[in-house]
């Protein structure tokens, strides 16, 4: 398998503009996961899914933030209008979770590097 | 709710040494414990975990033991290597409620120099 893929791998792009994101999962992977990694607050969880439906968009910073997931290869996350304290790597992550009280490893990304100017 | 508190880092090494970093946890319940390893420029990957309390987890010479009575997960390795040079993560995640999300530490960067 090719792992979790995201592209774009590194995105610049000014003030104002919209920003998407994109992540495609292990193949079979029921839970996908969106987490941002700054220097001043480390990672953070955003948003997950199971099975493509939301479960805990907790994270997500404010309203201009947007994440989907339409079928169960692909999912979305989008900042629009984008700011420069948007700056900072995402990731995407995925998981084929066995039960509860069971773990398997999460599976993540490269990231994207988004640097808004 | 839960959190992780590690040692800030960079931790700075000569090859060979004897590394430890220190992971603090804070949850109710019984969390499950984990260290992930990010190489630059890279995701990051699962290195070790432990899902008990006096469980060792261990890989490719890393190990850590989940302490409960210190709340505790510290990790240890005998003799670091170069290619050991990454930043590390200590995190937790709460599966015996079912939560899928890790609450991760804010890292530590290790440098190892020949």
């Known amino acids: 398998d090719a792992g979790v893929i995201q592209s774009p791998r590194h995105e610049v792009t000014e003030m104002g503009q919209e920003v998407t994101l994109r992540c495609k999962p292990i193949?079979?992977?029921?839970?996908l996961f969106w987490y941002r990694q700054t220097m001043m607050r480390g990672l953070e969880l955003l948003i997950y899914f199971n099975n493509n439906v939301p479960i805990d968009d907790s994270g997500m910073p404010e309203d201009r933030f947007s994440a989907k997931m339409p079928n169960a290869s692909f999912s979305t996350l989008k900042i629009q209008p984008s700011e420069p304290r948007d700056s900072a790597v995402y990731f995407c992550?995925?998981?084929?979770?066995?039960?509860?009280?069971?773990?398997?490893?999460?599976?993540f990304g490269p990231g994207t590097r988004l640097t808004v100017l | 709710g839960n959190s992780v508190t590690q040692m800030e880092g960079p931790v700075t090494l000569s090859e060979e040494a004897f590394l430890t970093i220190n992971c603090t946890y804070t949850?109710?319940?019984?969390?499950?414990l984990f260290w992930y390893v990010q190489y630059p420029g890279e995701g990051l990957q699962l290195l070790l975990k432990a899902t008990k309390a006096d469980d060792k987890g261990s890989n490719k010479g890393f190990e850590a033991t989940y302490r409960k009575e210190t709340t505790s997960f510290h990790l240890e390795k005998g003799s670091v290597q170069v290619s050991d040079s990454a930043v590390y993560f200590c995190?937790?995640?709460?599966?015996?409620?079912?939560?899928?999300?890790?609450?991760f530490g804010s890292g530590t960067r290790l440098q190892v120099q020949p």
């Open positions: 949850a109710t319940g019984y969390p499950s």
């Open positions: 992550a995925s998981i084929n979770y066995p039960g509860t009280g069971l773990y398997n490893e999460q599976f």
């Open positions: 995190a937790l995640s709460r599966v015996d409620t079912g939560r899928r999300a890790l609450t």
């Open positions: 193949s079979g992977h029921d839970y």
